[in-house]
């Protein structure tokens, strides 16, 4: 065995093992993008039924407040959940020494 090919079996990733990750991945993509959707169809529907009057309202701004935040709310707590994730994840590691992340 030449010195390329142990290099390669010693560092090469197991495929099988990249494109079970891989799939896990594309598939928590597709599950998050059709509750993307859902909540989208959920908001706007909400919308429809309670602000069908809105220009004819007393509280008139904060109902548009309103409105902003519920389109908004993905986007906003995508990096929120992100980073309280990535802090637990970090004590975690911390805590029990794993020397693989």
């Not at 990733?13 to 991945?25: G, V």
């Not at 904060?62 to 929120?80: G, H, N, T």
């Amino acid at each position: 065995m030449t010195e390329v090919e142990k290099l390669k079996e010693l560092y090469s990733a197991d495929f099988q093992h990249s494109k079970y990750k891989q799939d896990q991945t594309n598939d928590i993509y597709l599950a998050n993008l059709f509750l993307f959707f859902i909540y989208y169809g959920l908001v706007f529907y909400y919308i429809r039924l309670n602000y069908s009057s809105i220009v004819n309202s007393f509280s008139f701004y904060k109902k548009i407040i309103m409105v902003i935040l519920l389109l908004a709310y993905p986007f906003i707590i995508y990096p929120v959940q992100y980073n309280v994730y990535r802090f637990f994840y970090a004590i975690y590691n911390t805590l029990f020494k794993n020397i693989y992340n």
